[in-house]
């Protein structure tokens, strides 16, 4: 979620940022010119006026027209500007440099026609930095309420654009740092938002997987995700609570039916002694007894399995392994099963030893009441880099792909397998004790024909809610 989030705020900061950078970057811009061009119609109104007293009429006034000159000249030796005097007719009064030429079209002959009609020239078109243009100003010379000459300024922009493109460096700049605050703003504030979600999510988790305790801790937020912890919470505990209620009552009713039931089975002992040997009825209802007291058995173990804690330690599987092995070979022997373990001659991980001894039981009990005789079970031992796995393999018929969805659950049996004894408990208990610990079992086809049960216990220490 913070993936999506986070680049979201970025790219709308960025376009707030670029939408106020671009209009600062465009009226500095014309801000430099329009100083260059107050500037250079100060300096045509200063011309203008030395000219104005200039005519061809009056010898006199000859020293007037070299003072003008000499300005000029001046003027554009020091600044590089090219600058002139023209008369209406386009010769000029007094010029500099002296090989300038008044243009006989664009932005100089523009402003020149616009000075003939008695105004000041518009303002020139924008000159932006990557252009190499010029700015020309022009104002008349007015005698008499006539126009007798124009004053025309022809200026370079190379300082000018120089100085935008500094100004515009350091407004870029700006723009960075502002992006790079606005960034870490940007994760921090998801970092805040998110921080309740994240939490939450890992409590969920843990509860999916089975670990109830697990709560939301106290934590920032917007007060809505705190509020909404807060009803997580309480949620999980009504739920624990009817969790633990249904847990209690499997083992009371279990336990208490222990007794009544073994009062039941004694009598039918008692009532056999009395009925002609091999008796059928008796011996279905006996059997049927002793199956009734291993189901009793089985939920008074998974109700307490699902009430115990792990107890973690940190366990060599293969000892472990070899010893249930060990255990059950002489009933493999029995059936005439080859019972085999290979694999890593060590592995380790983080197991509860009972937990993980009594799920590699229900699991080799499973294999072996199903592998026909002359057939083997392969019990495999492998460490991963996350967790350590066993494999159980044996050569039963196996299961359907509908029958491999629901092996696991509680009193599942396949209708093919009715007649095998067992309550249907046993793995189930086993997926309960191993999720306990962060451990899971898992099934699968074993080619040709056969199931392939892997029971994984982690590497690293999980973490406790």
């Known amino acids: 979620m913070r993936t999506r989030l986070l680049p979201l705020l970025i790219t709308l900061m960025a376009a707030v940022l670029l939408t106020l950078g671009f209009p600062l970057a465009v009226s500095v811009a014309a801000a430099e010119q329009q100083r260059l061009v107050i500037d250079r119609i100060d300096d045509t109104a200063r011309f203008a006026a030395l000219a104005q007293s200039i005519t061809d009429t009056v010898p006199a006034l000859d020293e007037r027209r070299l003072t003008l000159a000499t300005d000029l000249e001046v003027y554009a030796s020091v600044y590089g500007i090219r600058a002139g005097v023209f008369y209406r007719n386009d010769l000029a009064l007094a010029k500099a440099p002296g090989t300038w030429m008044l243009p006989a079209e664009g932005e100089g002959r523009t402003a020149f026609n616009e000075a003939l009609l008695g105004r000041r020239s518009h303002d020139p078109p924008q000159v932006w930095p990557w252009q190499d243009g010029r700015v020309v100003v022009a104002s008349p010379v007015v ?24 100004t515009w460096l350091l407004i870029a700049v700006g723009e960075a740092l502002a992006m790079l605050v606005a960034v870490g703003a940007a994760v921090r504030l998801t970092g805040w938002v998110l921080l309740p979600v994240r939490v939450l999510d890992a409590a969920t988790h843990d509860i999916a997987v089975g670990r109830m305790r697990s709560r939301v801790a106290a934590a920032g937020g917007p007060p809505e995700l705190r509020r909404l912890a807060r009803s997580f919470n ?17 083992a009371d009713a279990s336990h208490q039916l222990r007794n009544p039931l073994a009062a039941l089975l004694l009598r039918i002992e008692l009532l056999a002694l009395e009925l002609p040997e091999g008796n059928e009825e008796i011996a279905a209802v006996r059997t049927e007894g002793k199956r009734l ?44 099963v080859r019972l085999i373990q290979d694999g890593a001659p060590a592995a380790t991980a983080w197991a509860d030893p009972v937990a ?14 199903f592998t026909p005789a002359g057939q083997d079970v392969r019990v495999t031992v492998t460490p991963g880099p996350t967790a350590t ?27 093919r397998h009715q007649n095998v004894s067992g309550s249907g408990l046993g793995l189930s208990i086993s997926r309960v004790l191993l999720a306990a610990g962060g451990g899971s079992i898992t099934y699968e086809r074993h080619e040709p024909h056969g199931l392939r049960v892997t029971v994984s216990v982690p590497r690293e220490l999980p973490l406790t809610p």
């Open 389 to 415: 796995t066993v494999v159980v393999a044996d050569r039963g018929p196996g299961l359907t792909d509908q029958e491999l969805e629901r092996v696991g659950d509680r009193f599942w049996r396949s209708t």
């Open 143 to 166: 005698r008499d309420g006539d126009v007798v000459a124009v004053v025309v300024i022809d200026s370079p922009t190379d300082e000018m654009r120089s100085r935008i493109l500094r």
């Open 234 to 250: 309480e949620m999980a505990d009504n739920v624990e609570d009817v969790l633990e209620q249904q847990r209690a009552f499997v």
């Open 293 to 336: 007291a291993r189901v009793l058995d089985d939920l008074l173990d998974l109700a307490l399995a699902e009430h115990t804690e792990a107890d973690l330690q940190l366990t060599d599987i293969v000892p472990l392994t070899a010893e249930r092995v060990a255990f059950w070979r002489p009933m493999a022997d029995g059936k005439g």
């Open 356 to 369: 993980l001894s009594s799920a590699l039981d229900a699991v080799i009990d499973n294999a072996l009441k």
